[in-house]
């Protein structure tokens, strides 16, 4: 068994290094327009988190994480060697690497995330959960159209939001997120399952969101990334190419949200009361900007 490193709530190595000075923290804020292109699509694509050598440092520590026999394995919340309900198709799937390797934990304080993060979600920045994505060349598995807060109901209110980092070219050729623009405005949809057929959400949509069902291809280049609101509808196809299609997604939260349920929120995590904030060891607070900015402007709440 390797350490746990969810007992370190700072970054424990050299990949990522903290701004020192506040015009360096201000360097990573986005625009006015950015954030209310989010506020109108529910997503905002195309921001940069990671240069070259942090993507290869973190692609060299999730090939060793394909190894179940790795000895941080038992740290993992969920590990699925394959989610695909194709036989034909590969999806792996894990949470918890931030517990295992020290990329994946220290990537959770990068400043390029947590500022931007902080602005979309109006105040400080707290942790709920990693997962690793990755599709294989040629027999990719897909992850059907979903809402994240249908999985995440055990938390509330719901002030969520996602990061969604490719560690390869996401192109729509090797199954890069569709999202489908303004349906963070739905009502929370029923589950239909994440790993199953890309048509099963459409059992569930009244004839109004059907017609609004236009998806719309996030495609980034390598080391850039995806935000997006806790109801926004995504999926992802299958990779039929020649490449990889790699990712690590961070789950966040606005610092005070609470639990809303007695049992435990992830796998081997003891349990937050319901309705005690979220807070401790595994949900660690990333970024107060309070502590540089002092309180944020209304334009980029």
């Not at 026999?69 to 194709?86: A, R």
């Not at 997120?177 to 949509?205: C, E, F, K, N």
């Not at 495609?219 to 995806?226: H, M, R």
């Amino acid at each position: 068994m390797v350490e746990d490193l969810s007992q370190h709530h700072r970054p424990i190595g050299n990949l990522f290094s903290l701004p020192q000075t506040r015009d360096e923290w201000l360097r990573y804020r986005l625009s006015e327009e950015q954030v209310e292109f989010y506020r109108r699509e529910g997503y905002l694509a195309g921001i940069k988190v990671l240069d070259e050598a942090q993507v290869d440092a973190l692609c060299r520590e999730l090939e060793s994480l394909f190894d179940p026999k790795h000895p941080g394995h038992e740290l993992f919340y969920e590990y699925h060697s394959n989610e695909s309900k194709d036989p034909n198709t590969v999806l792996f799937h894990a949470l918890g690497a931030w517990r295992i390797t020290p990329g994946l934990h220290d990537v959770l304080w990068n400043p390029a995330m947590t500022v931007p993060a902080a602005q979309l979600l109006g105040g400080a920045v707290r942790f709920w959960h990693d997962q690793l994505f990755c599709k294989p060349p040629h027999h990719g598995g897909v992850v059907a159209w979903h809402q994240d807060y249908s999985y995440w109901t055990r938390t509330q209110p719901m002030n969520h939001l996602t990061c969604w980092i490719g560690l390869d070219d996401a192109t729509v050729e090797n199954g890069c997120v569709h999202y489908i623009p303004g349906s963070h405005r739905w009502p929370l949809l029923p589950i239909t399952g994440l790993a199953g057929g890309m048509d099963a959400i459409q059992s569930v949509l009244t004839d109004e969101q059907k017609a609004q069902f236009k998806p719309v291809a996030a495609e980034l280049k390598k080391g850039f990334a995806t935000f997006h609101h806790p109801l926004m509808v995504h999926g992802s196809y299958g990779n039929a190419s020649d490449r990889p299609r790699r990712a690590v997604v961070i789950n966040m939260f606005l610092d005070g949200t609470e639990s809303a349920s007695d049992k435990p929120l992830l796998h081997g995590v003891p349990p937050i009361p319901k309705g005690q904030q979220m807070g401790g060891q595994f949900f660690p607070l990333l970024f107060d900007p309070r502590e540089v900015f002092g309180m944020l402007s209304p334009a980029t709440r």
